[in-house]
């Protein structure tokens, strides 16, 4: 039996707090995580895009994820981090509350999205993780980057 | 093979193919001017070396076009065939199909276009009774024939392989007004015999001796010595034009081909250059590599002289990156040895300040460096317009000599990218209107071959392009009263005009003074969009033109587009960097002098009402304006002669050069910004596109009308 379980495949995901809730995204999508730092507004751009950072001189874009989910807005604090995923040779940083772990989630533990959250965006969530009591809404990162209006 | 070697092969081939390919082309077209040995010996190679690989990458459309190439060259190099205009169309042809068959290897691996018409065509070419063939008397041999041997000489031939012998192969031409022809051919004979055992000579040794021979002769050789010795030894003798050494053919079987021994620069073996070459407008490069067939082995090439890398210009551009994150590291370095205040850390902070000056210094010298190397001659612009020039002046029935000079001036990858367009557009103008037709050459008193001079040259902080005809030059009355006609000006202002002034109509858009439309020129839209886009890219176009005598176009580009010069200013929303280029003037101004006319806000200035512009206003709809609080302001006049806008600004922080980078595909292309930059202290400015915020401020005002 232990061997079927470790044969199992378990993705790990970075885990990150959002106005109370834990998230998470494959962490073979993150490229690094950052402290945060200043940003620089773009004009004439999508609301939830924040602006630009610069990253070791690369300008890289930055959303606000919470505006994005359709969350309510909250300064940034001493323990607010930029996620930086990499899609598709796309470099986005992500604004968050905190990042709090590395989870490892075997795919049995993984839930279709159910009402339970129904006050984010519904299609950017792929699932829901269950793990020792904790709830992780797992997001789907094509879809959270990507822009609407394209 | 692994899949990603294989793919880093074809990435290594596409290259050399791409190389090879415009080699040819460009040799292809030297031809007609000069056919010279050398310049067939390195269209030869091109055309082997191409060949060889496409094989080995199994890529065989390409491998049989390129052999079938390979042949005409070497019947060519053979002095059997000679170079005619439907050789030449051919080969054309043959280049554009083995470009396109590159793109297919490029796009998708297989090359599939059909080359079996090309090849047969090519194929014709190579039947010796279709075409001329140099003057084949009794004493040369056709080359692409085995010398003939009695059987006594194939019998020593064979003894001397052996023996470990090579056979080879030796044709010797004498200088044309060598006097002692015998002497020479028996001197030859003479030192052969030395390094090895002479088994043919065609003529024979009699008639040589008789003088009974044209200027060339041909030897079979036994010998243990190189190909490059053979040639040391021949080349010694006064008065040999010419020696061409190799293997023997009927040994390295049929496909075998000749090769020049060639090219210690020690021993050089084509010793005189024809005079052609040098009068020929077109400078060849220095042969770099070096390409040896010998005779075991069926193929062997070996590169030499490898004093350049490919590097992808994304490294570049990464190692640039990283070089920006290093001169704000010194920055805050700075800062930091400032903040040092007690008395025993003097000494200290002396040496930090050292240590981070020295920093600073080379920092500044390593993007200096690495800008150097993003680099590239001109060339690889210019190489593409003697093709094109051919294929016009041929078209247009107009002969036409091209020049190019300045090919090596270096320039930023980033203008060459955006150049070639326009410069095709003023070449072809200059040939279309510029050179007249033959006819009317003559009837001037003008050689008939009209000449197109296009040159680069290094001026200052510019890179200049010169395009020159002699042809017709521009009628100034005609530009003018077409531009009259299609009311672009008034007829007293045609009458005002200085005739250089009248010159420079020609880039306002619908004027063409051509009655006829051609498909190359004459719609009228060609210039004006030539000089908008050279304006774009902070390009200065000019032309001079004498009638009768021709036209001259001037071109003075920046260095790079990838640095500009831009003054940093700030307004609530952050810093902005405005390029200098549109900056027309800097203000102060009394914010009691602010009227507001229809709605806008206007200052007078010179009798004239300058608008004023928020950045906020226009990027953010945002009316923060610090204006209220103070009693002056400072603006920027931006913008062009007829479209001046002042854009107001809480402060000016200055002038300095900066790197342009893009925003990126994920936030794309933003209106009224042209791109974003990296300033000392790390953070990101935007940089300001004038002409898209005039346009943005000239909406929002029509808005506010309506509403």
């Known amino acids: 039996m232990p061997s079927t379980m470790s044969m199992e495949q378990e993705k790990q995901f970075v885990v990150f707090r959002l106005a109370g809730e834990n998230y998470g995204i494959p962490i073979t999508l993150v490229h690094e995580i950052i402290r945060y730092r200043e940003i620089t507004r773009i004009p004439r751009t999508s609301e939830y895009v924040k602006g630009v950072l610069n990253l070791r001189g690369q300008i890289v874009p930055v959303i606000d994820l919470r505006k994005r989910l359709g969350l309510p807005n909250a300064e940034e604090t001493n323990s607010s981090r930029i996620v930086v995923t990499e899609v598709e040779e796309n470099v986005v940083g992500m604004i968050v509350d905190a990042v709090t772990e590395v989870l490892s989630l075997p795919s049995s533990l993984i839930e279709p999205p159910s009402d339970l959250i129904a006050d984010v965006e519904y299609d950017l969530i792929k699932g829901v993780g269950k793990k020792d009591d904790q709830l992780v809404i797992l997001l789907d990162v094509p879809k959270t980057v990507h822009l609407e209006n394209e | 093979m692994p899949n990603e070697d294989m793919q880093q092969y074809l990435s290594v081939f596409l290259d050399e193919a791409t190389e090879h390919i415009e080699k040819l082309e460009q040799s292809i077209l030297n031809l007609e001017h000069s056919c010279t040995s050398d310049l067939l010996q390195d269209i030869f190679r091109s055309a082997h070396t191409l060949k060889g690989s496409s094989r080995a990458m199994g890529f065989g459309s390409m491998g049989e076009l390129t052999h079938a190439m390979e042949d005409i060259f070497d019947r060519l190099r053979g002095d059997d065939l000679v170079v005619t205009h439907d050789i030449v169309d051919a080969l054309f042809e043959a280049i554009d199909i083995l470009k396109s068959l590159k793109e297919e290897i490029a796009n998708g691996g297989v090359d599939q276009t059909d080359t079996t018409e090309i090849v047969k065509l090519l194929r014709g070419l190579l039947d010796p009774s279709a075409f001329p063939t140099r003057i084949a008397d009794s004493s040369t041999v056709c080359a692409e024939e085995p010398i003939s041997l009695t059987q006594t000489e194939q019998i020593a031939i064979s003894d001397a392989i052996s023996t470990g012998a090579m056979i080879y192969e030796i044709k010797v031409e004498l200088d044309k007004d060598c006097v002692m022809k015998s ?253 007249e037709s033959m006819e009317q050459r003559e009837a001037a008193g003008k050689p008939r071959c009209g000449t197109v001079r296009l040159g680069s040259r290094h001026e200052e902080n510019y890179i200049v392009i010169e395009i020159e005809d002699d042809g017709a030059g521009i009628d100034i009355a005609k530009v003018k009263s077409s531009a009259v006609r299609k009311e672009l000006i008034t007829a007293e202002i045609a009458a005002r005009m200085s005739d250089r002034e009248a010159t420079n109509l020609i880039f306002h858009s619908g004027l063409s003074t051509v009655d006829q439309v051609s498909d190359i020129s004459g719609r009228g839209v060609g210039m004006d969009i030539v000089r908008n886009n050279l304006i774009r890219f902070g390009a200065i176009i000019d032309v001079d033109s004498r009638p009768g005598k021709g036209t001259r176009f001037t071109i003075k580009l920046p260095l790079t587009l990838a640095i500009i010069r831009g003054l940093l200013v700030r307004v609530v929303s952050g810093v902005y960097v405005i390029p200098l280029a549109s900056v027309i003037e800097t203000n102060k101004i009394d914010c009691g002098a602010i009227h507001v006319i229809n709605g806008q806000e206007v200052i007078m200035q010179r009798g004239m009402a300058l608008p004023l512009l928020y950045l906020d206003n226009l990027y953010y709809s945002e009316r923060e304006t610090s204006i209220e609080r103070q009693t002056s302001t400072y603006i920027v006049v931006v913008g062009s002669a007829d479209r001046k806008v002042g854009l107001v600004v809480d402060s000016m922080l200055g002038e300095q050069e900066i790197v342009i980078k893009s925003l990126g595909t994920y936030v794309g292309d933003i209106r009224g910004v042209s791109g974003a930059t990296i300033l000392g202290d790390g953070r990101i400015a935007l940089i300001v596109d004038v002409n898209g915020l005039i346009a943005i401020a000239h909406e929002e005002k029509v808005k506010t009308y309506v509403s």
């Not at chain 2, 010194?330 to 205040?341: F, K, P």
Request: proline share 4%; hydrophobic share 40%; with cysteine.
């Open chain 2, 183 to 435: 002497v020479r051919a028996l001197m030859t004979l003479q030192k052969l015999e030395i390094i090895g055992a002479l088994i043919h000579i065609t003529p024979s040794e009699q008639a040589l001796e008789d003088e009974d021979f044209e200027f060339s002769f041909e030897l079979l050789l036994a010998t243990d010595k190189s190909m490059e010795d053979i040639n040391a030894e021949i080349t010694g003798i006064s008065e040999v034009s010419n020696v061409v050494v190799a293997p023997y053919r009927a040994m390295a079987g049929m496909s075998a081909s000749v090769q020049t021994a060639n090219v210690d620069p020690l021993c050089k073996v084509v010793s005189v250059p024809s005079p052609d070459t040098e009068d020929s407008p077109i400078r060849e490069k220095p042969q770099k590599m070096e390409d040896t067939d010998s005779f075991k082995e069926e193929k062997k090439t070996t590169h030499h002289v490898a004093q350049t890398v490919r590097v992808d210009v994304g490294r570049l551009d990464n190692l640039l990156n990283l070089l920006g994150e290093l001169v704000i590291d010194q920055t805050r370095i700075n800062q930091l040895v400032s903040q040092l205040h007690s008395p025993q850390d003097e000494e200290i902070k002396e040496l930090l300040h050292e240590a981070a000056a020295h920093f600073g210094r080379i920092t500044g010298e390593m993007q200096e460096q690495i800008m150097k190397a993003r680099m590239l001659p001109i060339d690889n612009v210019f190489n593409r317009f003697p093709r094109m020039m051919r294929d016009l002046s041929q078209k247009l029935n107009k002969e036409i000599d091209f020049v190019i000079w300045g090919r090596e001036t270096e320039l930023d990858r980033t203008v060459i990218e955006v150049i070639g367009d326009p410069l095709i557009h003023i070449l072809r103008n200059s040939v279309d209107h510029g050179i």
